[in-house]
Antibody, heavy 121, light 110 residues
Framework: QVQLVESGGGVVQPGGSLRLSCAASGFTFSNYGMHWVRQAPGKGLEWLTFIRYDGSNKYYADSVKVRFTISRDNSKKMVYLQMNSLRTEDTAVYFC??????????????WGQGTLVSVSS | QIVLTQPPSVSAAPGQMVTISCSGSSSNVGTHSVSWFQQFPGKAPKLVIYDNSKRPSGIPDRFSGSKSGTSATLGITGLQTGDEADYYCGTWDTRLNIGLFGGGTKVTVL
């Protein structure tokens, strides 16, 4: 069965950095696009970034463009989110999600359980 | 931040039906597939509808989806207490090349 397991969350001071990881299993990872989505406490879902199946294209929400970087390693079945210059408003649960297709189709087929990032001084 | 428009809440008695709308524009809902997610407090979202109207394996046929123009709709019939959750729509915006979610709708079973 498909599994997505996020890790790397924690408490970080404003201006700091974190790298989130998402380990995928149960499907041919190299065939599918992957997203990162976050949810601030008590708020709705916010799409952050997407990477195509082969890493050839990456897209970002304006709120994280320049500060966050998505990457993937198909040999390890991993997707990463490097987060720099963190702000208090980045505090949220971060989910990785598998797209139904190799490109950004808007069908977020499977989700990980999420990892909590808390930005606080 | 661009979001798709959903009603904040809907409610109905057990056994009744609710519908949730998701309104977008020609560059997102009007062009791309819409998917719907169910989320319980403290849990990850779960896909209940993809490609506008298709149900993943294991999702009961009480859940249905449709799309017309720049709006999509999730329907839940035979409402059960276990359906109480937040529901989100999602899609892709082809002009901006970004993913989009609705603001979420809380379903309450009276």
């Amino acid at each position: 069965q498909v599994q997505l397991v996020e890790s790397g969350g924690g408490v970080v001071q404003p201006g700091g950095s974190l790298r989130l990881s998402c380990a995928a299993s149960g499907f041919t990872f190299s065939n599918y696009g992957m997203h990162w989505v976050r949810q601030a406490p008590g708020k709705g879902l916010e799409w952050l970034t997407f990477i195509r199946y082969d890493g050839s294209n990456k897209y970002y929400a304006d709120s994280v463009k320049v500060r966050f970087t998505i990457s993937r390693d198909n040999s390890k079945k991993m997707v990463y989110l490097q987060m720099n210059s963190l702000r208090t408003e980045d505090t949220a649960v971060y989910f990785c999600a598998k797209d139904l297709r190799s490109y950004g189709s808007g069908n977020f087929e499977y989700w990980g359980q999420g990892t909590l990032v808390s930005v606080s001084s | 931040q661009i979001v798709l428009t959903q009603p904040p809440s809907v409610s109905a008695a057990p056994g009744q039906m609710v519908t949730i709308s998701c309104s977008g524009s020609s560059s997102n809902v009007g062009t791309h597939s819409v998917s719907w997610f169910q989320q319980f407090p403290g849990k990850a979202p779960k896909l209940v509808i993809y490609d506008n109207s298709k149900r993943p394996s294991g999702i009961p046929d009480r859940f249905s989806g449709s799309k017309s123009g720049t709006s999509a709709t999730l329907g839940i019939t035979g409402l059960q207490t276990g359906d109480e959750a937040d529901y989100y729509c999602g899609t892709w915006d082809t002009r901006l090349n970004i993913g989009l979610f609705g603001g979420g709708t809380k379903v309450t079973v009276l």
